[in-house]
């Protein structure tokens, strides 16, 4: 399901709304992911505070792609002469209508020409996706992956970048992002997907007892290491030996004569023995 309006939290603020109405455009902007695409509007508003380097001769107010990459140059072209910068994602993201780029655009401008700072209740982080609307929709309405292709991968992307690559790159963090949601949704309610728990989920949880309380390290709170507990476990033989009621008794044990298997004698008395 495509949206046909902007979402509230990606809109111009009141008071940027104003100032565009006190500079007396040519007309006034309605729907500004379509009326600042092109860059004639912009060029318009710089204009008013640059009209040597802004003459509006030189910008046509059309739609095709042809048209706003040739007008977007030469604003470009003129801001670098003033040391004005505007990002190259907010200017992109204009060009090819994605969800709330304009708007960010609208804001960066106010601020670089009138030196104010607007005042926003909430900093977020603006994606230039569909994201924000998805969320606002019912779990029914939300877009499927490839719907989700289709809203955040213009056509005009596809023809101003010919590259194969980039743009198999673009489709794959679309879709991850999809997933990623999905991933989202199925943790925030999952009754709906009718998710079981797992076994460790279903585990009673009980209390240590007392005998396993005393070989887990106070600090951590872990099980001591092996050979610690094994050593609490199995008395030492220091420690046996320490104990008055335990007695040894002495083996006597005889070993062979080493020079009688090595003399040749001994070894061939063994060869015969073998052989007979």
């Not at 809109?11 to 992911?33: C, H, M, T, Y």
């Amino acid at each position: 399901m495509s949206y046909m309006h902007t979402p509230k939290k990606s809109g111009i603020p009141r008071e940027v709304l104003k100032w565009l109405q006190s500079l007396d455009l040519s007309f006034s902007p309605k729907n500004a992911r379509r009326d600042f695409s092109n860059g004639y509007l912009v060029a318009e508003i710089f204009s008013w505070y640059y009209p040597e380097d802004f003459p509006m001769d030189f910008y046509d107010n059309g739609v095709s792609l042809q048209t706003k990459f040739g007008n977007w140059s030469q604003i470009e072209r003129f801001l670098a002469k003033r040391n004005i910068s505007l990002h190259k994602e907010v200017i992109d993201g204009t060009i090819h209508c994605k969800p709330g780029a304009a708007e960010v655009l609208v804001r960066e401008i106010y601020t670089i020409l009138t030196n104010r700072k607007i005042k926003s209740t909430h900093e977020e982080e603006t994606d230039f996706t569909d994201r924000n609307y998805q969320e606002m929709l019912p779990m029914v309405a939300r877009s499927t992956a490839s719907k989700s292709i289709k809203n955040n991968l213009r056509i005009t992307e596809l023809m101003s970048e010919p590259d194969t690559n980039t743009n198999k790159q673009k489709i794959h963090a679309i879709i991850h992002m999809h997933l990623q949601q999905r991933q989202f949704e199925r943790a925030e309610n999952p009754k709906r997907f009718d998710i079981k728990p797992t076994l460790g989920e279903l585990a009673v949880r009980l209390p240590p007892t007392s005998l396993q309380s005393q070989h887990l390290d106070p600090e951590t709170n872990l099980p001591k290491l092996k050979g610690e507990i094994k050593r609490l476990a199995k008395p030492s033989p220091s420690e046996i030996r320490s104990k008055s009621n335990v007695q040894f008794k002495e083996i006597d044990v005889r070993q062979t004569n080493k020079n009688a298997l090595i003399s040749p004698a001994g070894l061939s008395s063994q060869i015969k023995g073998i052989y007979n």
